[in-house]
């Protein structure tokens, strides 16, 4: 029972190291075609992950205990995070990383800081953050829907009636991004993304097996499709500007990208040591999530020295060399992931520093 339980657990993780690497993937890009394909799935995946990691048994009753714990869990590594980076901020401008019209004194290092506090932090680097508070509404959203049907209606309805719900959530928040109508935190786009968290929270919840279902011709049908939408309908998904699909095609398309997602790492599960390399990246994706786009513009200043090339030239975001993407790719992953061990070393090491010697002068 350990052992299912711990391969079910390496799958989850090699997803979001798949959802993760085509994030870094599409960032370190100029090739369209490349990029359009890896904007299909590579963010909805995320939601997909969260809606079946979704504990019902101990949220279903409380949504505002999910929301805090969630945003616990959130808070402090983007906090940490955004906070480094606008510490960061004048020595980033100075060499040109990250161009500004102006460094900070007190005044604007505050003003930063207190941005960063309500997930709004204004740097360059944490430019990819912004699906934070978007991961987190949506979440939010899924949980007040299923709190509501929990309580509210008959057990028989209850199934039916919050697939609805989420389906018309999402629908909404189509209505609106169609509309142009842009909240705050993206909450046009969370409300869209609702309806593919339920979609994660069915497959756990009606026991749907993807090792059955997640077969070579399912993804093969759903690679034919991918073609047809990328050679025929020239449609794209860019949820940060707000671009979708018309109609239902954002869902089908997203519905695809996850069916692919499910299908390589049901492949990669069958090889151990790729399989656990892809399931670490997984379990460090906000790390590298918050930090690609740093180490995409140190690898440009490294460059641009040796190559000799005027500072001026360094100002393309998020990089500025196209000879260099396989570069930013590998390095986007390897780095942020090397940073968070050594980091999390650290201040492993330091608490138990601080707890050895508050024991020893309890003693004394």
Same mark, same amino acid.
């Given at each position: ?15 979001? =190291? ?57 808070? &402090? +590594? ?65 949980? &007040? ?8 209606? +008959? ?5 039916? $009636?919050? $697939? ?37 929270? $069915? ?26 939408? %990328? ?7 860019? %949820? ?5 699909? =018309?109609? %239902? ?14 299908? &390589? $790492? ?63 790719? &590998?390095?986007?992953?390897?780095? +942020? ?28």
């Amino acid at each position: 029972m350990e052992e299912k339980k711990r391969d079910r657990l390496l799958f989850w993780d090699i997803l979001k =190291g798949i959802g993760i690497v085509s994030i870094v993937f599409g960032h370190s890009q100029n090739l369209g075609v490349a990029i359009r394909t890896v904007y299909y799935y590579h963010l909805a995946i995320f939601f997909f992950i969260s809606g079946y990691l979704y504990k019902e048994e101990r949220y279903g009753d409380a949504p505002f205990d999910f929301f805090a714990r969630r945003l616990k869990n959130m808070w &402090v +590594p983007y906090f940490c995070y955004g906070g480094l980076f606008v510490l960061l901020h004048n020595l980033l401008s100075k060499y040109l990383l990250f161009l500004s019209d102006s460094d900070y004194g007190k005044k604007e290092m505050i003003l930063a800081m207190t941005n960063t506090l309500f997930l709004r932090c204004p740097e360059g680097p944490s430019g990819a953050m912004w699906f934070v508070p978007l991961m987190l509404a949506a979440g939010t959203g899924f949980s &007040v829907i299923l709190w509501f049907c929990r309580n509210y209606l +008959p057990d028989s309805f209850r199934p039916w $009636a919050a $697939a609805a719900l989420c389906i018309g959530a999402g629908l909404f928040g189509t209505a609106l991004i169609r509309r142009e109508i842009f909240l705050n935190y993206h909450l046009q786009t969370a409300l869209l993304m609702i309806p593919v968290y339920y979609s994660g929270y $069915a497959v756990r919840t009606f026991k749907i097996s993807l090792e059955r279902y997640v077969t070579w011709y399912g993804a093969a049908l759903c690679s034919g499709l991918f073609y047809y939408f %990328l050679m025929f309908t020239g449609e794209s998904v860019e %949820l940060s500007a707000n671009q979708i699909p =018309g109609g %239902l095609n954002f869902y089908i398309i997203s519905a695809a990208g996850i069916y692919l997602c499910c299908y &390589v $790492a049901k492949c990669l599960q069958k090889v151990p040591k790729t399989g656990k390399a892809a399931a670490l990246i997984g379990r460090y994706s906000f790390d590298i999530m918050a930090l690609h786009f740093l180490v995409f513009k140190i690898c440009d200043r490294i460059y641009a020295r040796m190559i000799l090339e005027p500072a001026e030239n360094q100002g393309g975001f998020p990089h500025s060399y196209p000879e260099l993407h396989i570069l930013y790719l &590998v390095l986007g992953i390897v780095l +942020p992931v090397l940073f968070a061990i050594g980091a999390r070393k650290a201040i492993h090491g330091l608490g138990g520093m601080l707890r050895s010697r508050s024991g020893k002068s309890q003693v004394l």
